[in-house]
C-alpha cells in the first residue's frame, strides 16, 4: 500500500521539541538539509546554547504560541507531553510529527488527524516508524500474505549485567511499553496479547537473542492488515535472561505500580553507554507466483559520525526515520493533511531521501553467507 501525494507545501521552519541525544541529533540534521530549525527544551541550563529557545510545554498558551510561529513540529519528548503538542499543532494547521509509541497518545493524535488542516505523522523513527515500512514492503512483495514478523532491539554491544541492557531510550518508554498490552492480528483478527509474553529465542549472524510481546511496535498496522494478514506481531530484541528479570521486577516484586520507581532502578542498573547496536529482523511469509515464500530483511546498526559528531546507533537510527519523513513531506512525496501512517510510506522512496540512506548502507546478515535463523 502507497500513500497519495498532494500539492508542495512550503516547510521551512521546524521546531524540535525536546533536545536529549534524539531530539539535539534531529536538529543537527535537519539544519544541514537547509531547513530552519527552532531548538526547543524545558530545561533551562540550555538556554546558554546558541538559538535555544526554553519552553514549558505543558503549559498551552505557551506551546500555541510556539505553533503559530512554525510550519512543523517533531515532539521528541516524553510520550505523555505529545497529546498537548498534537493539539497545539491541530488548532495552529502545522504539520505535525513524532516518536510516540504509546497507544492511547496515538489513538489520539489519529482523531485530530481527521479534521487537520496538515499532515500528522506519529511513530516516525525505528519502531514503530522504520520497522513498519520494512514490513508492509515485505508484505507488497507476496500475492498472499500469511505472516508478518517485526524484531527490533536496541542493545549494548558488550553487555556486562544480567539485565544485558543499558538505557540509551528513555527509561519511561521502555517500562511503558513492558507494562502495557500489545496488539497482534491472529487469524486476521485483532487481538492483546500481555506485554513480557510470547518468549522467543533467535539466532542472527550466529548471535543469539530473545524475543518478547511489548506495545506499541505495531502502531497502527493491525488496523491496516486486518482481514489481510493470517499473522501480524511485533517483539522487543534483548539478550537472553532479560525478559524474566523484567517480570520479576515489575510483577513479583509489583513495581507495575509505582512505574517510576522501576524507571529509576532500570537507569541506574543499566546507565546509557556509547557503544551500542540496533537490531532489526523483518519476516513476511506467504506465496508469490503459486509457490510459498518467505521475505527476510536483516541489518544490525552501530554508532556512526553524523552531523560532525559520534552518535549512537539508536539515537541516529530513530532520527533518521523522523528527518526522513521530514524530506519525503517537503518534497511533496506525502499528503499534506490527514493521517499518514508508516506502513503506507514506500520504503523504497524513504531509502531515497538523504536521511534514509543512512539506514540503507549498513551491511546485513542477509548480504552475508550466514543466515539469520529464528528459533521458538
Request: aromatic fraction near 6%; hydrophobic fraction near 45%; charge should be negative.
Amino acid at each position: 500500500m502507497s500513500v497519495e501525494t498532494g500539492t508542495t507545501r512550503s516547510i521551512e521552519q521546524i521546531a524540535v521539541l525536546g533536545l536529549g541525544n534524539v531530539g539535539g541529533l534531529i536538529a543537527d540534521m535537519l539544519a544541514e538539509r537547509g531547513f530552519d530549525v527552532q531548538g526547543v527544551d524545558a530545561d533551562s541550563r540550555r538556554a546558554a546554547d546558541d538559538g535555544v529557545l526554553i519552553v514549558d510545554v505543558a503549559d498551552p498558551e505557551a506551546t500555541a504560541s510556539l505553533c503559530r510561529g512554525v510550519d512543523a513540529v517533531i515532539s521528541c519528548l516524553p510520550y505523555f507531553l505529545n497529546a498537548g503538542v498534537a493539539a497545539a499543532a491541530h488548532s495552529a494547521g502545522i504539520h505535525y510529527l513524532d516518536l510516540t509509541e504509546d497507544v492511547p497518545t496515538s489513538q489520539m493524535i489519529q482523531q485530530l488527524a481527521k479534521s487537520g488542516s496538515s499532515a500528522f505523522i506519529p511513530h516516525c523513527g525505528l519502531a514503530p516508524g522504520f520497522i513498519c515500512m520494512v514490513g508492509a514492503s515485505l508484505a507488497g512483495g507476496l500475492d498472499r500474505v500469511d505472516r508478518i514478523a517485526l524484531r527490533v532491539g536496541a542493545l549494548p554491544s558488550s553487555p556486562n549485567t544480567a539485565l544485558g541492557y543499558a538505557c540509551n531510550w528513555s527509561p519511561a518508554g521502555v517500562i511503558n511499553e513492558y507494562l502495557n498490552p500489545g496488539e497482534r492480528l491472529h487469524d486476521g483478527q485483532r487481538v492483546t496479547v500481555p506485554s513480557l509474553s510470547e518468549l522467543e529465542q533467535i539466532v542472527i549472524d550466529g548471535v543469539r537473542y530473545e524475543a518478547f510481546s511489548t506495545s506499541g511496535g505495531l502502531a497502527t498496522m493491525c488496523e491496516t492488515f486486518a482481514g489481510r494478514v493470517e499473522r501480524l506481531d511485533y517483539k522487543t530484541i534483548r539478550y537472553p535472561g532479560h525478559c524474566d528479570l523484567m517480570r520479576f521486577l515489575l510483577h513479583e516484586l509489583r513495581l507495575e505500580a509505582n512505574p517510576e520507581l522501576a524507571q529509576q532502578l532500570l537507569i541506574a542498573a543499566c546507565p546509557p553507554v556509547r557503544d551500542d547496536l540496533v537490531v532489526v529482523y523483518a519476516a513476511a511469509e506467504g506465496a508469490h507466483a503459486g509457490r510459498v515464500r518467505r521475505e527476510e530483511f536483516v541489518r544490525t546498526f552501530r554508532p556512526r559520525e553524523i552531523a560532525g559528531a559520534a552518535r549512537t546507533a539508536i539515537a541516529w537510527t530513530t532520527a533518521a526515520g523522523a528527518v526522513g519523513m521530514v524530506e519525503l513531506l517537503a518534497q511533496g512525496a506525502l499528503p499534506s493533511s490527514g493521517l499518514i501512517r508508516q506502513e503506507d510510506v514506500s520504503l523504497d522512496a524513504f531509502l531515497q531521501t538523504s536521511a534514509g540512506q543512512l539506514m540503507g548502507d549498513e551491511p546485513s546478515g542477509a548480504e552475508r553467507d550466514e543466515a539469520p535463523v529464528t528459533l521458538g
